[in-house]
């Protein structure tokens, strides 16, 4: 007799985007007269570089011919781009030798299955608000108790709430637990973490045999130079911290599927022995993975080049302009904005006792524009949202000229 896991049955509602798609959809039906404009999923927009082009486009030309076509790969990555990250990570000032970048198809899938190599009584702690994956993925495998809707949360969990006047990173644990989710450049907030606060929690993680796990999908979108894009520049992560990062909005590969994740042969939990959890890491993806499309991983190393990396950062700028008018936007009427100045996101907070949905249905029914609600990344992000700067300029500033001129959150519908 085959039994489910029941776990799926403690998933608190539906997966946040595709909520939010269903609601926008509803709205869309009832209005079909309407144009809605998109500030919610993060989904790259503009097309790739030139560059990056030339390296997917050689890639299948090599597929093409029987001297040059390649099957399967290592499912580690190609050593081509293995080594390209080493430099990409030797230039930001850290050694990660070729051998402990795991390649992926994205950064999701990794911040789902890292916690697999843990074992099941392993505490969790959450960053809150934060990428919803981190949290759901540790429920789906039981390590939670069920949803209290009143807290907004799951029970079991340690949720580290981050606020407005800690730059929305929290305090490391009063308590002790095992495996931390950290995400800087933030999602949803947009806040970055300094190298003081990265240093607390690879203090903290060293002291308790902690395991970080440091998502750094949005690291190329820190301008600023004071601030750590890989938690690798804190002094002694390498023990400690395990890196998910992404070709996705690094180089608008969100369609394309690729990613990485740095584990240190030096990373230790409490009962393991240096060594151990790298080869662990690399026994679970050589059992359940069979490597990243090689289309793609030539797309990545064509990236890494020199060339590919001033026209990613090119792109970068442009959501980054996006960012500033809508930052602008927000502040034009009258509401707190957080973010946005080293990172796509931005972070508004709607007046007392409004809750996110009442603002993301106010956003909705007044100006058209589809947000996402900041409950929906934990009970921390109650009463904001998140506004992304992904999308082409045009519907960028149609969206933000609809939010200045219809916003009215006094009157709410
Ligand atoms: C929508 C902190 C977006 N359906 O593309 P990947 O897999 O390399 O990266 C996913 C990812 C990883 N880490 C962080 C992220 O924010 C994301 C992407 N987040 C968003 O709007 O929050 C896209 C989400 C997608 C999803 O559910 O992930």
Not at 137 to 157: I, K, L, P, Q
Not at 199 to 213: D, F, P, T
Not at 265 to 284: F, Q, T
Request: aromatic fraction near 10%.
């Amino acid at each position: 007799m085959a039994t489910i896991n029941t776990n799926y049955r403690k998933l608190a509602a539906g997966y946040l985007f595709p909520e939010i798609a269903r609601r926008a959809a509803a709205f869309q039906e009832q209005h079909p007269e309407e144009t809605l404009f998109k500030l919610g999923i993060g989904n790259t927009t503009e097309p790739l570089t030139p560059t990056i082009l030339e390296g997917l486009h050689a890639k299948v030309d090599a597929l093409s011919n029987v001297d040059t076509y390649s099957g399967y790969g290592d499912e580690q990555g190609d050593t081509p781009l293995r080594e390209a990250l080493s430099r990409y990570y030797r230039d930001m000032g850290v050694n990660i030798a070729p051998d402990e970048f795991f390649v992926s198809d994205g950064a999701k899938a990794d911040a789902g299955n890292l916690q697999s190599i843990f074992s099941l009584d392993t505490v969790i702690a959450v960053q809150d608000p934060a990428y919803p994956v981190y949290v759901d993925s540790n429920v789906v495998s039981g390590r939670s108790g069920g949803f209290n809707a009143e807290m907004g949360h799951y029970d079991g969990f340690v949720y580290m709430p981050g606020s407005a006047e800690t730059n929305f990173f929290p305090a490391v644990p009063t308590g002790k637990v095992d495996l931390m989710y950290i995400c800087s450049p933030n999602n949803p907030t947009g806040a970055v973490a300094s190298h003081e606060q990265l240093a607390a929690y690879v203090e903290y993680a060293r002291k308790h045999k902690a395991i970080i796990i440091y998502d750094a999908a949005y690291a190329e979108y820190i301008s600023d130079p004071a601030l750590p894009k890989t938690i690798y520049e804190i002094e002694g992560a390498r023990e400690c911290a395990i890196e998910i990062n992404s070709f996705s909005k690094f180089a608008g590969f969100t369609g394309v599927r690729l990613g990485w994740t740095v584990v240190p042969k030096e990373v230790i939990a409490e009962n393991s022995e240096p060594g151990e959890i790298h080869k662990m890491w690399n026994r679970r993806q050589v059992t359940f993975f069979n490597g990243a499309s090689n289309i793609a991983q030539a797309g990545g190393v064509a990236v890494l080049s020199e060339q590919g990396l001033a026209e990613s950062r090119a792109l970068i700028a442009y959501y980054m302009e996006n960012a500033r008018i809508i930052r602008q936007g927000m502040q034009t009427v009258g509401l707190q904005v957080y973010g946005g100045d080293n990172a796509p996101y931005v972070w508004v907070k709607g007046p007392e006792g409004m809750t996110s949905w009442d603002l993301f249905d106010v956003f909705l029914t007044q100006c058209k524009v589809i947000v996402t609600p900041g409950s929906g990344f934990g009970p921390a992000g109650e009463g904001y949202v998140r506004l992304s700067a992904f999308g082409h300029r045009n519907n960028i500033k149609q969206a933000v000229e609809s939010i200045v001129s219809n916003l009215k959150l006094n009157e709410r519908n």
